[in-house]
């Protein structure tokens, strides 16, 4: 039943699916139940409740899909939009391209707006389109907050910013699939109408549900919207909903209860603190992260990204202001194959890395780090990316980039709270 | 984390989702692993090749989908088909009724043939469709193989019969959700050509993926057909195959590995033997079933239809040809209320049975015995019906339905094989 | 890695071990921990405290050993008597044997009262012996409360009233293995010395964890008893119960785990309830068990034994009062072979019943019915026993016992109080 | 549940319990069973074999005992001695010293040899003691393989040569708790008489398990040897394997479906490149060690130790022919009390650290490097070593460790075979 058995623990660092922790694990070992019980109605309206936690809404209604984020993606563009319209969207890496191509197939009329791979979002471009459209004929702007193949996480806030200056009445619907639950993201405060992840990034489930946050006006644009839609359709969830049986199909029993845990996991470490851990600042124990802060200026102490420069390596990422906290894109010298670290690390190390995509295949490799994880099993990370560069003939000094993680780290990190 | 305790093991007897077998929960205790390492291709490519066995085709291409059975649907309909094609579709209960309207709602135009709830598809009115549809107007029959909502069984055969008789090029699109792994089913001899089911019926896995699987002809009718499609675009799947990656985008890592498990234990089973344990004639073990056998004509066996008839009590389904045996649905008097024994079976007896549904809510409850599953089990579920039963006010003779269903058993059911 | 696989769930209904509830194999499901760490002893103080509730105890010290029930044994014999010590011990079926044969092994002179199988411990010898024993030489009186092999239960609370009567200051050390958390059990009210069970009877964990709990006599008695032992020696244990670190040598991570689900388990139905589960008077959710109508009488309700007079057998228990209510142990006729009827439950019907011990070899088969078990599984097992005795050639009327146990249950089981 | 949540996986590096695979996790994942039933002989019948291989027996005769390893001492000590009977052993550290305290309490008459903790048995004084006795007047030699509070491994093929050179017929006793499956160990070729392990250690597995091996002239042995014992007696365990049922009491069903999966890990790697994986010298996938090469010598390269060094710290352990492979225990500068070192680990890096125990307590910790475990969690805690020796005021060089083990690894850890 397992085809590569390496010995130990494989060491997972691909930008999800991420490690599961063994407190969700559990959760999930189960045999199934019928969904028709009044326990799963109980279940579930807490689960809709705490959802809405770290979408950071109140006023949004939360839709739990069996379908990935690819699915996710086309719930909240069918139940949104209708086939013509217009929509902005950017693409900046390999899942926002992804996604463009699914508006295109779907019919809409999509306004691309391209920044060269390792940039964020232009949203200069995205200013003089809206300072344009006086008619209000575009009707979305569809964003990826945090671009995984690339590393880059876009600038939520100055979006909404733009969109309220213009006073434009776009939807504002954004990808959160490796950003939600580990980057900084405020539904309610940045005027998100939809938003989205999936169950295998940052909340650490397995793969298997896509989670869509739709604000009142994208609720009040699904009643309108024209996108054929059957299996996507929130009409068939909110009538549910209105029953208190909640489930138009059938859900993953196991999924369901692993998101309860799952949940209390990040309820119990705090919200903040698990995305302060992300961060690495580590001040999440003592204090609550600003507003400001966060979306201001942006110190540069990500763990990894002090590694990569110790490395003598370049982040994919161009600018400080785009750096994510959960995924780290390495740009490797043109005499070295990318793919051949992300082989070579899972046939010698256990080690399972992120390739590079598409316009980046061959240079980059990815390291994820994001969902339940802690420092050490970073630094195992690092030093075995240390030990495949120099397999594949990169002249690093072996240690400089565990050190000067370690250096940071060492300074920064909080004590565990139920520890002390 | 359980919001309903009680004592001892959960007796699941709704037809779906059903019990999880041991080996497969543990097959599915793992945390995620990355799907583009070479493990999850090369484990998934065997697991293409084993579900073709289940659906017993060598020609087909399986689809396994990150969805449900209404995703499935979604699927088998979107690929092959354009908007306001005309279908000839089948209601004889609920969950065909939700199929045409998923029809309906995606575009397509539907042609319904409505029969009494209780019987099959009327195959006359068919077979006078395809007579006068010389020009071949009809671009499907759409038809549910076992209908969950009565316990009625369609006649698959019997269909592709008279389309060959009128040598008609409609595509012959099957629900195969609550029969395949449990009834005979035939996609080549047959002549499906998308036929589909939910891992979390009788593959007996959590709920989660969906298996459809395509004719080559339905994949010829893929590459023009023009509704809009993403997520359950076969198109992403076939360009992965033909990489060799397979994942268009991320599987479950622990489902894959739950149906591997769920696929052995039923090769290890023998599927035939699989089909007769379901069937309760108890020959499985001995010599496989016959074609002739299993069409023509079915015995009056099945154990949970003697319990019925021992309780003085009505099937819904309302001919013996008709029978399921993967669900029995068992009609109350009209002076009792079926819904009070679902309800009364879960909070006394810990005993999960099926409600009637839509028209024949409050008239009918379901008792579904598919999946992996032995006759214990059941005859326990049986004794629990009884009780609930006198419970209501249904002068039930305790222990009859039970001595029913062992007359027969005892004298059918074959030594488990492994332990002779 | 499943040596006989059949399909469907094994039918577990031997003594012991006994069937795992779901929530304690997730408990279960984890890695190993650094016993020393401050956790375990966190975990361990809660336990010790929980543990005495199920032996009634408040003045009661409880060890957890990494043992079976046969460790439990020779831990309450070698930590309380020195070689040579008179102890008076009864026969009464297979375990009671065993445990005197022990005894005797480990060099105590052993004043055995045998009785004939099926019947209880003679309180009258034990009155005599005490009456004459004026010079205090008996040192213990060692009892098995329920003795598995014949589903006799011993009355502990006469015993008291005798040593009472005598003013004897003899030891009173009690085998609980089949009864603690299933039957009527008071350390404390009825002067037990020493207590033990094993964690896989009532408490539905897996073997490993012998649970012995010493009353204060009991301990003082420790300090000076001279048999050799080490592993088994209290004061290790004692040691570091002071130090807080509790451990002597390493636990089961796992079991530690478990045991805290197990115990929450209990304790949210209420170990009074839980006893009455077992006893099948249903009053459980109602009123708590009185002392008087549990030690002076017991009705003839048992739904096992109910079925067993359906079926035209006897008991192997002789007279009411000894009926256990966690083992019922059938005689069958002279022509048929028990052990063929053990056999072809687990070879046909996937049931595990217990085999007829040493004298009643071939002539008893047993049915356990402890721990974590609702009675559908208990009547899906009766009807699986009547087919066997069919099987055998025994004429029994199929549906006949689950009738009779159904008969009672429908009139006196309550609802699951979590669900009303 | 759990009582000090910290986020991502815990570091376990005790030497022992170790990390469980997961492999070994699901296969325990399971409900009991009846161990009366044929399967679990069938299963026993292959453990027994099997286990065999890890002690490299072939004569020898395996006891898989429910207790943990200060039963399994127990066990060997009584099974083959009498009361009084004197018995050569040494203390060189925490564990030995128990055993010697074990043996005392038992009634032996104990001739210690004591040696400075972080040194070897003193095989000289063993030699010269070997000679005196002419009479045989010893009955045994009682030595522990490897000294886990110390990180000692002692020189078991010189002991054989010693013993056979006197032509003494003494019984060897052997403690291979934190050795056998992890360094090389062959029962056989050095006439071991009694050898021993736990679950917990290099197995991989959950605590529970003694398992104990005796060679002919042991089995022999324990036919008259006098020491009282019941629960560890071998008689009734070879009682019942003559019967072809194994169990003398019940056994963890779920350790013994662990077990095999356990074994099955092993013998996949293969036990001598798990040895290797140990000893790292990196050669495992490509050639046997050579006895030769083990016994004689020993390079400097455990990557653990490179780490001390680089440190600037020194091992307990004070001469390279005893270095262990399996634990590595560093001392600390006498300005910093190395219970805090382990204390901060956890509450601060989730790592757990082995405590310096007795004599050098609070001068010494632990990583404990055995069982089921790759380099990158190595390095991941040896980096967490480095932040921690820091916090506590050690002028560590951040990465020095990881570095030098890094350097050592690039050049000689091998493929993973399975995914070459």
Request: hydrophobic fraction near 40%; glycine fraction near 8%.
């Amino acid at each position: 039943m397992d085809y590569t058995y390496g010995p130990g623990r494989n060491h997972l660092f691909v930008p999800g699916p991420v490690n599961i922790p063994e407190q969700v694990l559990r959760a999930m070992n189960r045999n199934n139940e019928d969904y028709r019980s009044p326990a799963i109605p109980a279940l579930t309206k807490i689960l809709l409740e705490d959802v809405k936690k770290i979408f950071k809404t109140t006023s949004g209604t939360p839709f739990i899909i069996p379908t990935t984020g690819t699915g996710a993606w086309e719930s909240a563009l069918t139940n949104t939009l209708s086939p013509g319209d217009r929509i902005v969207s950017f693409i900046i890496g390999q899942f926002s391209l992804l996604w463009v191509d699914q508006q295109k197939r779907l019919g809409f009329n999509v306004d691309v707006v391209e920044s060269e791979w390792g940039h964020g979002a232009d949203l200069d471009v995205l200013e003089s389109k809206l300072a344009a459209d006086t008619a209000h004929t575009i009707k979305a702007i569809c964003l990826v907050h945090n671009e995984t193949a690339t590393g880059v996480t876009n600038n939520l806030a100055a979006v909404r910013k733009v969109l309220d200056h213009y006073q434009h009445p776009a939807l504002f619907l954004v990808d959160g699939v490796s950003s939600i639950c580990a980057l900084d993201f405020r539904m309610d405060e940045w005027g998100v109408d939809v938003a989205l992840t999936g169950s295998q990034k940052a909340l650490s489930l397995p793969t298997g549900m896509g989670i869509v946050c739709a604000s009142p006006k994208a609720i009040e644009a699904s009643e309108t919207a024209k996108s054929l839609r059957v299996f996507f359709d929130w009409k068939d969830y909110l009538k549910f909903y209105k029953m208190g049986t909640y489930w138009p199909y059938t859900p993953s029993i196991q999924l369901l209860y692993g998101l309860k845990a799952a949940l209390d996991l990040i309820f119990e470490e705090g919200l903040d603190n698990v995305i302060a851990r992300h961060n690495q600042k580590g001040e999440g124990s003592k204090k609550n992260l600003t507003q400001e802060k966060r979306v201001t200026s942006k110190e540069h102490t990500n763990r990894s990204r002090l590694a990569v420069e110790a490395w003598g390596l370049k982040n994919c990422t161009q600018k400080e202001e785009w750096f994510s906290d959960t995924v780290t894109a390495v740009m490797v010298p043109p005499y070295i194959d990318s793919s051949e670290i992300v082989r070579r690390a899972w046939k010698r190390y256990n080690l399972s890395l992120g390739l590079g995509l598409n316009k980046v295949a061959g240079k980059v490799f990815r390291i994820g780090h994001l969902g339940n994880l802690n420092d050490l099993q970073l630094l195992g990370c690092l030093a075995g990316v240390e030990m495949v560069l120099k397999d594949v003939g990169y002249p690093v000094k072996l240690g400089s980039g565990v050190a000067a993680a370690c250096g940071y780290l060492q300074n920064n990190i909080p004590m565990i709270p139920s520890r002390i």
